[in-house]
C-alpha cells in the first residue's frame, strides 16, 4: 500500500533516501577506513559533548549495552528528521531541504575533526550525500505529483501513467506522470537499492578487519617467564560468579563506537615525550622483551554498588616499566598519558608504573590473544586503579608528561585524577527480591580491595549482629576474593547485607557516594522472602 497522502509519500521518500544515503556511506567508509563514517562520527561527538552526569548515568544504566542505546537513540532521530523533511518537501523545497542540509554539513564537520586521518575521509559523506539527495528530490518529486496523489483505485493493475496524467494544478508542481504504482516501485527500487549497497558492505567487509581477525587467529601466545597456575582450589565460592570471567562474559565499557581492529603486524606504540628518546615500536621489539602473566581484577569507576562492571582475568604481556625504559624516563615527569588509537587517553601516576612488576602492556586475556572489545592487540593493566586511569585499550601512545600540564578524556570532564579503587563488595546469591525457602540458604558474592586484599568479609541479616563469612583462597593481592555464608533463614522478608574489611583493617563505608567523581561507596543489600 502506497499512503495517498503526499505528506505521507514524502515522508517514505525522506525514509527511503536516507537509508540509502547510509548505506553509501558505511559501505564506503568500510573502504576508506577508521573515522570516515559520517553516523558513527556524529556518534563520536554525542558521546564527546554529553554532559558527564549523562555519560555516567549511561554506562550505570546500560552498562555494556551502552552504545546500542545510543546508536538506537540517533536512528529514530535521524529517521523522524528525515521523515518530516520529506514531508515538508512535498509543500516547499527550501523547508524540507533545509534540515538534510544542517545535518550533512554537521556530519561533514564532525568526520573532518574526528579521528579519522585518511585524507580521503570526508569521501563516503560526499559521494552517500550525492546519491541520497538524487534519490530524495526523484522521490519526492513522484510524492509531489498530482498524479500520484489522485492515483485511480482501478489502476491497481494498469501500470500506465497516462491515466492519471490529466489534471494540471498550478499550486503543486506537477512533474510528470505518476501513479502511485510509480512512486512505489521508485521508493521500492530506492529501499532495494539501499539494501543491496548495504550487504556489497557486509561482503567486502572491511579487508582491514579480516586482516585483523586473521592476525589475531595467528598469533601465538609467547609462553611467560612465570606461569600463573589455574584458580587455587577453594577459590570459587559463590554459585554463580566464577573465579575467573570468560572473556566472551568480561564487562564491556568504552567510547569507541565501533571497535578498532588492526593487525598484530601493523601496530606502532610510540613513546616519548618527557624521555631520553622517542622510541617507536612494533611487535618484534615487544616479543623481545620478557613475558610475564598476572592475576588482576579490572574495576570501572563507573561500578555501581551491587554492580557487575568489574572481571577478573589472566593477563599476559610485557612489563610496562620495561617499555618505558627503551625511551629513558625524565626523573620530572609524573604522569603516564596512554592514548589509544581512536584518541582516547588516560593519565596514570607514573609511581604506579615505574618499579611496579604488576603493571602491564597486555596482548593476552586468559589465555587468549585480547580479544578486539577487550583492546586487540595491546592494551594496559595496572592493578589498583579504576580503569579510565590505567587500563587503555587498543593502546598505540605512550608519553610521559606531568599532572600539571595534561589531562586525561575523563579528567577533563570531572573525574578525579587521583582513582584509586575502593574497596567494596557484592552479594550474587540469592538475587535481589528472590524467593527462598526456609531454612540453610547460601548467601555468597565477591569483594575487593586492591593492593592489599580482603581480609573479612560480614553479612548482616536485617537488624541482626554481623556475621562473618567464609573466605576464598586467593592467588595474590591483586584479585577479588569470594565469599559465602550459611544463613539458616526463618519466613518472612528479609534484607541482607554485606560489608568487607581490607587487610589494613579498614571497614568499608557504609556511606553512600555516587560514582562520579571517584567511585561509588555503600553497602550492598537485597531483599529477599522466605516461606
Ligand atoms: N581506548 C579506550 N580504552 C579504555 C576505555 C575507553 O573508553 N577507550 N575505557 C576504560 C575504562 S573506563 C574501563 S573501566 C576499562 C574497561 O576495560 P574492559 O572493557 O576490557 O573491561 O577500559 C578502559 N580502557
Ligand atoms: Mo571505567
Redesign the pocket.
Known sequence: MTPRHPAARGALAGLASALLLLAVSSTLAGVVGRGSDPLIAVGDVVVLLSPPPVTSFAIETFG?YDKLVLFVGIGVVVALLAAGSGALATRSWVLGLIPPVVLVLAASAAVLTGSGTSPLRILPTVVATVVGATAFVLLVRLARSRGAATGTDHDATDDSPAAVSDDHDEAVPVVGPASRRTFLTASGGVLVGAGAVAATGQVLGGGGAQDAAASRAGLALPTPANAVPGVPPGAELSPTTPFRIPNAE???????LTV?QVAAEDWVLRVHGMTDRTVELRWADLMALEVVEREIT?????NPVGGE?I?NAVWIGVRLADVLELAGVSPDADMLLSG???G?T?STPLDRVVGNDDALLAFGMNGEPLPF???FPL??VVPGL???V??????TDLELTRFDADQA??STRGYSEEAPIKHSSRIDVPASFAQLEAGPNVVAGVAWAPDIGIDLVEVQVDDGDWQPAELGEVPGENTWRQWRYEWSAEAGQHTLRVRATDAAGEVQTEDRAEVAPDGSTGWHSVVTTVT
Open positions: 555494556s568480561f564487562y564491556r565499557v568504552d567510547t569507541a578498532p579490572l574495576v570501572c569507576v563507573s562492571l572481571g589509544s588509537i581512536d582516547w588516560a572489545e577487550h583492546g592494551r594496559m579504576y580503569g579510565y590505567s587500563a587503555t585499550k587498543w593502546v578524556y575523563w
